[in-house]
């Protein structure tokens, strides 16, 4: 009997830091809180990604030039291609669900999946960039680099965003 060995054997994915879940969860409860008022679950991909849609162009870059640390932050965000696991340990005002599989959400749903890239953090964890990005369908969808700050009860969204998004 010849046995064949394949690549079937599923990688193990490092897991997102700790940190990153209260980034995430400010993100989703501070921004997007009324997605949690639908009846259905909002779906969350289970695994970062980097939706890079106009983020690297000169608008993002340019706004982000202003400031060193902003611009550090978009460097390292836009450079990120690791994708890493995104465990069921967020804390949200709503349902939500875990999913695997791709960025490619439902027509009928305003939410569809949401997805998010790994967290970069500055250099004194002062302040926190990530992107969000939802998909609701073929034409439907958005996407947004989010700046936090780190306060005393967590991380709070920045007042000056860079608003250099996507939608479709």
């Known amino acids: 009997m010849l046995l064949v060995a394949t690549n079937c054997v599923a990688q193990k994915r490092k897991e997102v830091g700790s940190v990153s879940y209260d980034v995430y969860s400010a993100v989703l409860t501070q921004h997007y809180a009324s997605w ?5 679950p909002v779906q969350i991909l289970s695994h970062t990604v980097l939706e890079p849609q ?9 706004r982000a030039e202003k400031d060193p640390t902003r611009l550090e932050l978009l460097e390292k965000l836009l450079s990120e291609n690791q994708q890493l696991r995104i465990a069921d ?22 939410v569809g999946i949401v997805a998010f890239s790994a967290v970069e953090f500055s250099q004194d964890h002062s ?42």
Request: hydrophobic residues 35%; contains cysteine; proline residues 4%.
């Open 36 to 40: 949690f008022k639908q009846k259905q």
């Open 127 to 168: 302040k926190a960039m990530v992107l969000v990005a939802h998909d609701c369908g073929p034409l439907c969808g958005t996407g947004y680099v989010w700046i936090l700050n780190k306060v005393d009860h967590g991380w709070a969204m920045d007042k000056e965003q860079l608003n250099c998004g996507w939608i479709r």
């Open 54 to 62: 106009g983020h690297s162009d000169g608008g993002c870059r340019a």
């Open 89 to 110: 340990k967020l804390h949200l005002p709503g349902k939500y669900k875990m999913i695997a599989g791709k960025l490619r959400g439902p027509e009928d749903r305003e």
